[in-house]
């Protein structure tokens, strides 16, 4: 042992001194890994599902840092408080979510455990979208018996594409308060994203035609806006409550009621299992379509314009 | 009858109105400002073949987990939480007691805009060293807590105190925490005195990998004193029937790790979900005892280090349908018992408690879980013990988040 102490001590200066600096690099790689990598953005955004970092993005080009909190495969209802969301909520100086309780079982948690005074509700840096548009499906009779009903309204409001524009309008607002400085390039880009967002919506309307008044069926309600805008017409919904899992038995009713309203085809979402409705499809000879139902929900859905040029095409198909 | 009909409707229509007005906080009176109020139910069946009083072998002088036999309510757990003002925020969990009675399970005030990663908290709450201690009751994932948790913490910690955590500005979480407490609960006594009875210090590291995986790991130390801690019923050398009751005086110090890991395929845990958790603690205890206060009443040195893990998965195999797998083990360790009781206190019981679970549950809802559970239980040196529970819990009311 004290022999071999002393070979190193021989030839030590060189050697120890290459391994301090080599130490050194990595404790300084470490530290940067550690510390928040986007330092240098005006804007650290916690977004709470990919359509509100894609519409963050689009909104902030490059004054704006996105983290994406959940994932275009992720039941948006079922996200827990992970560690990782609290450290980045943590960094967050803005923090945009859909709101109307969608993030209820999650979000609570992770802004009261990030001690981060900048995104708590009621300051400037929390920004829910649903509470800017109208909502669909404001429940009369608010019991759990009727499932995972939202108070306020059904939440999924990213299906409307008209429903971004209010939202990008009512977000810039927020980014020039949080970031005066950069108030040029917030309407700049605004301006820019609304002509362009109209003309898509436009785009994808004239594609839609053909959809008005189709009757459908739908895994989970989560898509009244969809519906609203393009005209579908929702006949039965596969899960018997809202976030309840769909039965046998309310699967045969669903049968029942489509030989009587017979429907074109049976909708669910990405993130959804694709069984019960490939089950209905299957019964009742119509297709199922699965929707992207937020960005990087399929491959094509690789943006806000990818999400709706790829949910008109499907639906589309799908009339065939 | 039409007249009737436009009645119910207009009544319908006006109730309508006025329930949304309160339910988005514009009613201007008092109920608009209500705190949210849960309220859990739950009630086990036990079958059991041995008397669940008898504690795990070398481990007398400490809590058993308190299993019951037959239907039994199970504590209902009633919970208020509310901002108290832009600072504060107060949160109260009272435990129904079946047999009458209420006690203050948590009772603490949490400040809301110190900012910078801290949160401070004081009253009475569960401990936050380790990863189960904070857990409530009807988040567990199996019907008791594992016999570590049981019989070193009299299954939760519960502090009457002050907590400071900071959170580390890093996209890798970190997070520091201290306690400082009465130390009124096991390992704990309550004393009569000036100062923190007891202290905690925990730190605990997390993140992701990928969109699929997610991980916490943990370290935590937690310092109290015992004075004149009678347990009764203890087995000794001279095998005196019934035992004997002896009684411990002096510091305790336990150390813990505690790890857990989750897997769910696109990181979508509503379909399947894998988790996989474990926990090791270790305690020392450094002090006097006095051997059988009813009887020859000798008081002598005592330090004994006792040891426990567990290693549990849980993996929900389709939506609502979960199952479990647990393994426990304890170690009484050998203890260093002063020449005054060498012929009367055991100082080595030559056997290491453990026990093996399974469970399987059924949540028809976010809001309600069935269970049904079995264990095959060593604890006991030669008393095998078969258990069977089934268990439901229920929540009512406001549901808050959970934490990881």
């Given at each position: 042992m004290k022999t071999k102490q002393s070979v190193v001590s021989v030839e030590a200066n060189p050697r120890l001194s290459e391994g301090y600096a080599v130490a050194k690099k990595i404790l300084y790689a470490f530290s940067l890994l550690l510390l928040t990598s986007n330092a240098h953005a005006a804007l650290n955004v916690f977004a709470c599902e990919p359509e509100w970092a894609a519409l963050t993005q689009l909104l902030g080009g490059d004054t704006v840092s996105v983290y994406t909190a959940t994932g275009p495969l992720q039941d948006p209802h079922r996200i827990e408080a992970r560690p990782s969301l609290i450290s980045k909520a943590r960094g967050a100086n803005l923090l945009v979510c859909t709101g109307a309780d969608l993030e209820v079982a999650w979000l609570p948690v992770v802004l009261?455990?990030?001690?981060?005074?900048?995104?708590?509700?009621?300051?400037?840096?929390?920004?829910?979208?649903?509470?800017?548009?109208?909502?669909?499906?404001?429940?009369?009779?608010?019991?759990?018996?009727?499932?995972?009903?939202?108070?306020?309204?059904?939440?999924?409001?990213?299906?409307?594409?008209?429903?971004?524009?209010?939202?990008?309008?009512?977000?810039?607002?927020r980014m020039v308060q949080l970031d005066p400085q950069g108030t040029a390039g917030y309407e700049q880009r605004l301006a820019s994203f609304a002509q362009q967002w109209r003309a898509a919506i436009a785009k994808w309307e004239q594609q839609a035609g053909p959809l008005r008044g189709v009757p459908v069926v739908v895994q989970h309600k989560g898509f009244p806006y969809l519906n609203a805008w393009l005209?579908?017409?929702?006949?039965?919904?596969?899960?018997?409550?809202?976030?309840?899992?769909?039965?046998?038995?309310?699967?045969?009713?669903?049968?029942?009621t489509l030989q009587q309203h017979p429907a074109k085809m049976v909708l669910r979402a990405a993130y959804q299992d694709g069984r019960p409705s490939e089950w209905i499809a299957q019964r009742a000879h119509i297709p199922a379509v699965e929707l992207p139902f937020t960005v990087g929900g399929s491959d094509a859905a690789k943006d806000l314009y990818g999400l709706f040029d790829d949910t008109i095409a499907r639906l589309l198909k799908g009339l065939q | 009858m039409f007249k009737k009909v436009c009645w119910n409707t207009a009544i319908a229509v006006l109730s309508s109105h006025a329930f949304n007005a309160g339910a988005a906080g514009m009613g201007n009176n008092e109920a608009a400002f209500n705190p949210?109020?849960?309220?859990?139910?739950?009630?086990?069946?036990?079958n059991l073949q041995r008397d669940p009083a008898i504690p795990a072998t070398g481990f007398a002088m400490n809590p058993s987990p308190g299993h019951e036999q037959g239907f039994n309510l199970g504590e209902s757990e009633m919970g208020i939480s509310a901002n108290i003002d832009p600072e504060y925020r107060g949160v109260a969990t009272m435990a129904l007691s079946p047999s009458g009675g209420i006690s203050v399970e948590n009772a603490f005030v949490q400040t809301t805009t110190l900012g910078n990663g801290v949160n401070l908290?004081?009253?009475?709450?569960?401990?936050?060293?380790?990863?189960?201690?904070?857990?409530?009751?009807?988040?567990?994932?199996?019907?008791?807590?594992?016999?570590?948790?049981?019989?070193?913490?009299?299954?939760?910690?519960?502090?009457?105190?002050?907590?400071?955590?900071?959170?580390?500005?890093?996209?890798?979480?970190?997070?520091?925490?201290?306690?400082?407490?009465?130390?009124?609960?096991?390992?704990?006594?309550?004393?009569?005195?000036?100062?923190s009875g007891a202290g905690a210090l925990f730190a605990h590291v997390g993140d992701d990998i990928g969109v699929e995986q997610s991980w916490r790991a943990g370290i935590s130390l937690h310092q109290t004193?015992?004075?004149?801690?009678?347990?009764?019923?203890?087995?000794?050398?001279?095998?005196?029937?019934?035992?004997?009751?002896?009684?411990?005086?002096?510091?305790v110090r336990t150390a813990g790790l505690d790890f857990v890991w989750k897997y769910a395929h696109n990181g979508n845990i509503r379909d399947r979900y894998l988790k996989?958790?474990?926990?090791?603690?270790?305690r020392k205890e450094d002090g006097s005892l006095t051997y059988s206060t009813t009887g020859a009443n000798i008081t002598d040195g005592y330090s004994v280090t006792q040891s426990g893990w567990y290693v549990q998965t849980v993996y929900q195999f389709m939506p609502l349908w979960r199952s479990g797998l647990r393994y426990d083990r304890l170690d009484p360790g050998v203890a260093h018992v002063g020449a005054l009781n060498a012929g009367n206190v055991i100082a080595n019981y030559h056997f290491n408690p453990s026990r093996i679970t399974w469970m399987l549950d059924y949540s028809p809802s976010e809001f309600s879980r069935l269970r049904l559970q079995l264990a095959r239980d060593n604890s006991r040196q030669d008393l095998a013990d078969n258990q069977l529970f089934v268990q439901y819990i229920m929540s009512l009311g406001a549901h808050g988040a959970h934490s990881y």
């Open positions: 009261r455990e990030s001690a981060n005074n900048a995104i708590q509700p009621g300051s400037a840096g929390y920004f829910e979208a649903a509470p800017v548009v109208h909502m669909l499906e404001v429940p009369a009779r608010l019991d759990r018996a009727e499932g995972d009903v939202h108070p306020t309204g059904n939440p999924h409001v990213q299906t409307d594409p008209r429903n971004f524009l209010p939202i990008a309008e009512a977000l810039t607002k005209g579908l017409k929702e006949v039965a919904a596969l899960e018997p409550k809202p976030g309840m899992e769909p039965s046998a038995a309310h699967l045969m009713q669903v049968l029942n | 949210a109020f849960s309220l859990i139910l739950s009630g086990t069946y036990g908290k004081f009253g009475r709450f569960f401990s936050g060293l380790g990863y189960l201690n904070e857990q409530h009751a009807h988040a567990w994932d199996f019907v008791d807590q594992p016999l570590v948790y049981a019989t070193l913490w009299n299954n939760q910690l519960n502090e009457d105190g002050l907590q400071i955590k900071w959170l580390a500005p890093t996209d890798v979480f970190v997070e520091l925490g201290g306690e400082i407490g009465k130390g009124r609960s096991f390992p704990g006594t309550d004393r009569a005195k000036n100062g004193r015992e004075e004149n801690a009678v347990s009764t019923a203890v087995p000794d050398l001279p095998n005196t029937a019934g035992g004997v009751s002896n009684s411990f005086g002096g510091s996989v958790q474990g926990e090791y603690f270790r």
